[in-house]
């Protein structure tokens, strides 16, 4: 009997990096905050944060119920969810995105 040599394919060795799930902040509306006193916590809190997209983040959260104010990674969208919590303003809870 005539054996034929046994081919081995080589294992890949190559990884793809995994990235950490980013994380939403989102704020509620309620009914004691000011459109004054969202927007500037806004604009205090988060980073690269406009006035012009501080009001209008203000009128989708009054108009809408809610606004996502914010995307990324986990430990600083834990920073300023907990900043604009502290400012008094109606959270969500944090949101995988």
Known sequence: MVTSPT????????T???????Y??????DDFNTFQHVSDCLMRYI???TS?????LTNQVHEQGQAIV??????QA?????QLRRAGLTMAPLEAA
């Open 7 to 14: 081919i081995t394919q080589e294992r890949s060795t190559t």
């Open 24 to 29: 939403k902040v989102i704020v509620l509306n």
């Open 52 to 56: 012009d997209l501080a009001w209008e």
């Open 78 to 82: 834990e920073f300023y969810h907990q």
């Open 16 to 22: 793809l990096p995994k990235t950490y799930p980013n």
């Open 47 to 49: 980073p690269g944060m």
């Open 70 to 75: 914010w995307v990324g990674p986990q430990e």
